[in-house]
């Protein structure tokens, strides 16, 4: 659904351009150099959809983009298999048998924990435990070796309606402001805070583990956003600058979450600011008209430079 090659879009400029840094020589990337260095291990995203795009963009990487029929999907290991009436699952892992490296992603929008309220009824409101990390997380952070972790977009009004959840803390739905929560964004600053406070005291029991955490993709919404006109037209790549020259982090809350923590900062924020060009924008599968995806991106794409950069740092 993100290959822009089987779209309409006829230019593919945004895929001939790689991030140089500035005073140090990265090693390229290879699906068998990755591989030998995740010999035995397990590499986890948990997060949105943008958080799905690197474990996608990651899958074509390793693989070169082509079938591997030695490939396992394991899925079931973890409970992650489509459900009854479900569109997909939660997630997937697939293993690659001659390293025995696993590679999974799970589903968590807003890394917090979802409960049914009411467990008997089918179209009962969800507790969204702001200070609580996902049950996912709880039971099998054990198995993994790698965790990348990133929420951000689906922080706001109509994503908490049309998924019908209530936000909690201690247990208690969040209805006032004796916490200091005032708004959404506040909420989700108080999640991210959570959530890395949680990992960081659950290192010293897994001294192998690393942990990230993915800073913001931005948005390039121009005159209007997703449902109101917005859009993202322009095709030609670094146009608005080709220099990340801050010495911080795009995404405060991030940065500031991870400070002090053995919680490493995965920040492609800046570096992606400057690639509005690389979306989906009005491009899909099937020719629609109206709305544009100035959200996700194109793959091969953004998301392969955040891949480099994890591969540089595990």
């Known amino acids: 659904m993100w290959a822009c090659r089987l779209t309409q879009r ?29 010999r035995n291990k397990t590499l986890a995203f948990v997060g949105d959809s943008l958080g799905r795009q690197q474990f996608q963009s990651l899958m074509c990487m390793v693989t070169n983009g082509e079938k591997r029929p030695d490939v396992l999907n394991v899925g079931y290991e973890y409970g992650l298999v489509k459900r009854r009436g479900a569109i ?5 892992v697939y293993r690659f048998p001659s390293t025995n490296t696993t590679i999974l992603y799970y589903w968590s929008a807003s890394l917090s924990d979802l409960e049914p309220i009411d467990k008997s009824n089918s179209t009962t409101d969800i507790a969204m435990h702001l200070d609580r990390p996902p049950a996912f997380m709880r039971n099998f952070l054990h198995k993994f070796d790698v965790l990348v972790l990133n929420t951000g977009h689906h922080w706001n009004k109509d994503k908490l309606r049309a998924n019908r959840w209530v936000m909690h803390i201690g247990g208690i739905p969040q209805t006032n402001t004796s916490t200091g929560i005032k708004d959404i964004a506040d909420a989700k600053n108080f999640t991210v805070y959570s959530i890395v406070k949680w990992v960081n005291t659950q290192l010293p029991k897994y001294p192998g583990l690393k942990v990230f955490f993915r800073t913001i993709s931005p948005r390039h919404f121009v005159n209007g956003d997703w449902n109101t006109g917005g859009g993202c037209d322009n095709i030609t790549p670094l146009s608005h600058g080709k220099e990340v020259v801050q010495d911080y982090s795009s995404d405060g809350i991030a940065a500031g979450a991870v400070n002090g923590t053995r919680v490493k900062l995965l920040d492609i924020t800046a570096l992606s600011q400057l690639r509005d060009e690389g979306h989906m924008s009005r491009y899909s599968i099937r020719p629609t008209t109206g709305i544009q995806d100035c959200l996700h991106w194109c793959l091969p794409g953004i998301p392969d430079t955040w891949n480099d950069i994890l591969f540089t740092q595990l």
């Open 10 to 38: 006829k230019d593919f400029e945004y895929e001939k351009l790689r991030w140089q840094p500035n005073g140090c020589c990265a090693e390229p990337f290879t699906g068998s150099k990755f591989l030998m260095r995740m």
């Open 88 to 92: 997909r699952p939660d997630g997937w």
